[in-house]
């Protein structure tokens, strides 16, 4: 009876245990963000605009892989598993062309609801 949630308790913990890249294999070991400056004008270019498309799908799957994990009761490798998932959020937005991270991922989802930057949004059918 006891040997089944021995066995699931191995496995969440082994998963826990495993890098960003590790649970998200498309990523490379290690892709840091650099420092984003946003645009003074606060125009949104095409290409990142379809960068935070694809990134944001990608980021969907990494917090559903995340999710089970997140939920640890030790509040120490729950920390470090928070840590770990910022990071993956940066590699994901690096790894799909937003070279500015998660930072520069947000900043997109902000400012394509700009009047100025709709007319790209629409092009893209997808809504913010």
């Not at 650099?34 to 944001?56: I, R, Y």
């Not at 990494?62 to 509040?75: A, G």
């Not at 690096?94 to 997109?108: K, R, S, T």
């Amino acid at each position: 009876m006891l040997i089944l949630p021995v066995i699931l308790l191995c496995a969440t913990w082994h998963a826990c245990q495993k890098a960003p890249h590790e649970l998200h294999p498309s990523l490379p070991p290690s892709r840091s963000p650099v420092p984003f400056t946003p645009p003074s004008d606060s125009t949104v270019a095409l290409a990142q605009a379809k960068a935070w498309l694809t990134a944001g799908k990608a980021l969907d799957s990494l917090s559903s892989q995340y999710r089970q994990p997140l939920t640890t009761e030790d509040p120490v490798h729950r920390r470090t598993l928070e840590q770990a998932f910022r990071r993956a959020h940066d590699e994901v937005c690096v790894a799909n062309g937003l070279g500015g991270g998660y930072v520069e991922y947000l900043w997109v989802l902000q400012y394509l609801r700009l009047e100025k930057n709709r007319r790209l949004l629409d092009s893209l059918d997808a809504a913010p």
